[in-house]
């Protein structure tokens, strides 16, 4: 996938060039680009003068980063006890079927990714599905479509 890694540098001169703005770099990186590409991570270990093992080690193990291309929307199903045992099987099924992918993938225009999430702490609200940054409650399955359209 090629990229215009002109915003790097902007991303760069936000924090000072030390280990300590390898998260806020990164985040920063998957914001803009919807997950880490391998060049910006190289580019990111010559920058910070951190070892690209460790950039790499840091980008896999905090969930909110990305490897791979994730789509536009983010979709989350809560698939905790209260949240399932209320439906979000069937919500997920739904949103699987409406997206044309299963859950962990991306549609081919990167537009949507679905995931599935243990639980998010809104029981109250279950089942809950969160877009983007929106939590969503009491989710219907026959309404699970309109979350797709913002």
């Known amino acids: 996938m090629n990229h215009d890694f002109n915003k790097l540098p902007e991303i760069f ?33 010559t920058v910070l003068d951190v070892p690209l093992s460790k950039v790499f080690s840091v ?49 081919e225009d990167l537009g949507f990714t679905l995931e599935v999430v243990n639980c998010v702490g809104a029981c109250a609200m279950a089942p809950v599905v969160i877009v983007n940054d929106k939590y969503h409650g009491s989710v219907k399955v026959s309404h699970s479509k309109k979350l797709l359209k913002g």
């Open 13 to 45: 001169d936000r924090y000072p060039k030390t280990q300590e703005s390898l998260i806020s770099v990164l985040q920063d990186i998957q914001k803009e680009y919807h997950y880490l590409p391998c060049e910006a991570l190289r580019e990111t270990a």
């Open 59 to 107: 980008s896999t193990f905090y969930n909110a980063f990305s490897l791979t291309p994730r789509g536009k929307t983010i979709i989350r199903v809560c698939v905790g006890t209260t949240c399932h045992i209320r439906g979000a099987g069937m919500i997920q099924d739904q949103l699987e079927h409406h997206l044309g992918i299963k859950a962990g993938e991306t549609t």
